[in-house]
């Protein structure tokens, strides 16, 4: 029985046509001829020798101690994925099923804490392990082993690029992803009361932010038909030329939609920066602190400010 799914393994190998077994290289340089059936007994190889060679690689995998977020049953599971699509492209040259579930991969176990140092070294363990094979295997002919290693080597340097590469931008995409996120949560525009919005800024603010946080207030002020806006800035330290513009504009714009805007919490220093950009005060609302923004945006909105009555005492 063995022999007969070897014999037909065998069969399915042959009838890949050459043009498929060649992985193109990135160059693009014509890959020889006689690569062609050294790749075909490369992968019959690897294809027999699946079993004791996956697991020869994740008990590398465990004893370098990579994947530690991860169990040994996960290990071997993500070990067998690799190892087929790996298998497969020696076959067939065709990189994006590899790069599909490289993209796959990452975004699974990227969140887990897993970092591109150790999915670029199970590769490389990879590469080892079948490099190991093929010596054992041709180590009496040595001629054909270098023939053997030189088929192999440029596909498998394709190979880990590839699964490097693949994880390298899902994890970028990840961050960017972060930082949008941590971006909209350091710039939360808050409903006070109706018509009126409050925008308080703390840390850092780049040209990328604020012009985030314009599009988040102009958006937070026709979602909510504001009328005023209250824009704290006591927790930044420092404004450049470029952004105090943008601030500029961005009051200018939020005007252009009815809504009055008013700046609180004005350092030294930011004020004169706004003085030294040329910026017209006196269109622009300023006031010391939030409390008295609050109070003055409550004004122009028509709202009163009434005391307590004290409770009165009673007399025994």
């Known amino acids: 029985m063995d022999d007969l799914k070897t014999k037909r393994k065998?069969?399915?190998i042959r009838s890949v046509s050459p043009s498929r077994l060649v992985p193109p290289p990135d160059n693009e340089s014509t890959v020889p001829e006689s690569t062609v059936p050294l790749l075909r007994e490369l992968v019959a190889h690897l294809r027999k020798n699946r079993t004791q060679l996956r697991e020869e690689w994740a008990r590398?995998?465990?004893?370098?101690?990579?994947?530690?977020?991860?169990?040994?049953?996960?290990?071997?599971a993500e070990a067998t994925?690799?190892?087929?699509?790996y298998v497969e492209v020696l076959e067939t040259g065709a990189v994006e099923a590899l790069q599909a579930y490289a993209r796959d991969l990452s975004e699974r176990i990227i969140p887990r804490g897993v970092e591109t140092d150790e999915v670029v070294g199970i590769v490389l363990l990879l590469r080892d392990v079948l490099a190991r094979s093929l010596f054992a295997k041709y180590q009496a002919d040595f001629q054909l082993l270098n023939r053997i290693l030189d088929a192999y080597e440029p596909a498998a340097n394709r190979i880990a690029n590839t699964v490097a590469v693949g994880f390298v931008q899902e994890r970028e995409r990840i961050i960017r992803q972060q930082q949008e996120a941590i971006r909209e949560l350091s710039t939360p525009v808050l409903q006070v009361r109706e018509r009126l919005l409050?925008?308080?800024i703390i840390g850092v603010i780049d040209p990328q932010r604020a012009r985030q946080l314009t599009e988040q207030l102009l958006r937070g002020i026709r979602t909510n038909r504001a009328r005023v806006v209250v824009i704290d800035i006591t927790g930044v330290a420092a404004m450049d030329a470029t952004v105090a513009n943008h601030l500029v504009q961005t009051v200018e714009?939020?005007?252009?939609?009815?809504a009055t805007v008013i700046v609180t919490g004005l350092s030294p220093e930011i004020a004169q920066?706004?003085?030294?950009i040329g910026v017209d005060l006196g269109k622009m609302n300023?006031?010391?602190?939030?409390?008295?923004g609050i109070e003055e945006a409550e004004r122009l909105l028509g709202y009163k400010v009434a005391p307590l009555n004290e409770p009165s005492q009673q007399t025994t």
Do not use: C, H, W
């Not at 994925?81 to 699509?85: A, T």
């Not at 300023?286 to 008295?292: E, R, S, W, Y």
């Open 10 to 12: 065998d069969e399915r």
């Open 253 to 258: 714009a939020s005007r252009l939609l009815g």
């Open 60 to 76: 590398r995998i465990t004893e370098a101690k990579l994947l530690t977020a991860m169990t040994r049953e996960e290990i071997f």
């Open 273 to 276: 920066t706004l003085v030294t």
């Open 81 to 85: 994925s690799v190892y087929d699509n």
């Open 198 to 200: 409050i925008l308080p």
């Open 286 to 292: 300023t006031v010391g602190d939030l409390q008295g």
